[in-house]
């Protein structure tokens, strides 16, 4: 069955960087659309960036330019690069497969950008 695995995520301050890593399995990883979403206090969960099995990667306007999404198929990973981190960012944060309609969340990772 699927399983997904977030680290990375930690308490900085506005400007600095971070990055985020995710581990999955149970599913054929190298021909999957790869996706970090988030979900911050008190909204709904948003799709952050997704990136293609041949390494094209998208982002949402509010990270595009700041974050930087790669993956690593050999290793079943996905990164986030997360610069110019700011208080809007903080949120926990989630990698999954790219599906409309997701039945499996990993644990995510906290991310808290606090000054």
């Known amino acids: 069955q699927v399983h997904i695995v977030e680290s990375g995520g930690g308490l900085v301050q506005p400007g600095e960087s971070l990055r985020l890593s995710c581990v999955a399995s149970g599913f054929i990883f190298e021909a999957t659309i790869m996706a970090w979403y988030r979900q911050a206090p008190g909204t709904q969960r948003e799709l952050v960036a997704h990136?293609?099995?041949?390494?094209?990667?998208a982002y949402a306007g509010s990270v595009k330019g700041r974050f930087i999404l790669s993956r690593d198929n050999a290793k079943k990973s996905v990164y986030l690069e997360m610069n110019s981190l700011k208080l809007e960012d903080t949120a926990v944060y989630y990698c999954?497969?790219?599906?409309?309609?997701?039945?499996?969340w990993g644990q995510g990772t906290q991310v808290t950008v606090s000054s």
């Open positions: 990136i293609g099995a041949d390494g094209y990667a």
């Open positions: 999954n497969r790219l599906l409309a309609h997701q039945t499996y």
